[in-house]
C-alpha cells in the first residue's frame, strides 16, 4: 500500500529536551515536505526537499532541522523545542510535476511544555 | 497579505444544497494550483487539481481565475459525508516545490 507514515504519532515533551520526528514513504518520490498547522494559520511549509542531500527552507524554518540522506526519510529535527513549537505536522510526498498531487502522512501532534 | 487567503466559514448548508469556496492567491506567477479536503484531526487529501480549462469530477467543479488570481470550488448536491475542511494550496511559481495552504473553510451538511 502506498502511504507516508511517521512516527511518533502523539508526543508531549519539555523545553530543550531534543527530539526527531520520521517520515518514510514508500512511493519513490524524490520530493518531501514538513508542514505544520495551527488554528487559523493553516498548512505552513516548515522544509522540503527536491531528492537525496537537497534541502531548502519553507515558510518557517527557524527552530527546525531537517535530513535527507535516503530517498524514502525526511526527519524533522527539533534540537530545542520550545512551546511555540507546539502544533500538528505533517510530512508530505509526491512526484515533481506541476499537477502531481502531495500525499500526506497521517501527522503528529506535539506538545512542548 | 497573506500567499494564500480563504474565508474560514463555517458555511452551514442542508443536505442537496450547491455551495461555491473561492481561494485568492497574491502571487500571479503561481502555475499549480490544488483543492484538497481535511476531515477534523487527519491528514489533507487531494480533492482535486485545478486546471486553466476548469474540471469537473462528479458533483465537484475547480475553475481557476488567472486574471483575478482566484481558484474556486462548487459542490453540487451537498451530501452529510462532504462536511469537511477544503483547503486550497497554490505553489510559489518561481519554485514548483514550495506550496501554500490556505488556513480552510470549514463545510457542515446538515441533514
Known amino acids: 500500500e502506498a502511504q507516508v507514515t511517521q512516527n511518533p504519532r502523539y508526543l508531549i515533551t519539555v523545553t530543550g529536551k531534543k527530539l526527531t520526528v520520521t517520515c518514510s514513504q514508500n512511493?519513490?518520490?524524490?520530493?518531501m515536505s514538513w508542514y505544520r498547522q495551527d488554528p487559523g494559520l493553516g498548512l505552513r511549509q516548515i522544509y522540503y526537499?527536491?531528492?537525496?542531500?537537497?534541502?531548502d527552507k519553507g515558510d518557517v524554518p527557524e527552530g527546525y532541522k531537517v535530513s535527507r540522506k535516503e530517498k524514502r526519510n525526511f526527519p524533522l529535527i527539533l534540537e530545542s523545542p520550545s512551546p511555540n513549537q507546539t502544533s500538528l505536522y505533517f510530512c508530505?510526498?509526491?512526484?515533481?510535476?506541476?499537477?502531481?498531487?502531495?500525499?500526506f502522512g497521517p501527522g503528529t501532534r506535539l506538545t512542548v511544555t | 497579505r497573506k500567499e494564500v487567503e480563504q474565508d474560514p466559514g463555517p458555511f452551514n448548508v442542508p443536505e442537496g444544497a450547491t455551495v461555491a469556496f473561492n481561494c485568492t492567491y497574491s502571487?500571479?506567477?503561481?502555475?499549480?494550483f490544488f483543492w484538497y479536503r481535511q476531515d477534523c484531526r487527519k491528514e489533507p487529501k487531494l480533492l482535486m487539481s485545478?486546471?486553466?480549462s476548469g474540471n469537473e469530477d462528479g458533483r465537484f467543479t475547480a475553475q481557476l481565475n488567472r486574471a483575478s488570481q482566484y481558484i474556486s470550488l462548487l459542490i453540487r448536491d451537498s451530501k452529510l459525508s462532504d462536511s469537511a475542511t477544503y483547503l486550497c494550496?497554490?505553489?510559489?511559481?518561481?519554485?514548483?516545490?514550495?506550496?501554500?495552504f490556505g488556513s480552510g473553510t470549514k463545510l457542515n451538511v446538515k441533514p
Open positions: 508530505a510526498s509526491s512526484s515533481p510535476g506541476l499537477s502531481d498531487e502531495q500525499y
Open positions: 512511493m519513490n518520490h524524490e520530493y
Open positions: 526537499s527536491m531528492n537525496v542531500e537537497v534541502t
Open positions: 502571487n500571479s506567477a503561481s502555475q499549480s
Open positions: 485545478v486546471y486553466s
Open positions: 494550496a497554490v505553489n510559489a511559481g518561481y519554485n514548483f516545490n514550495k506550496f501554500y
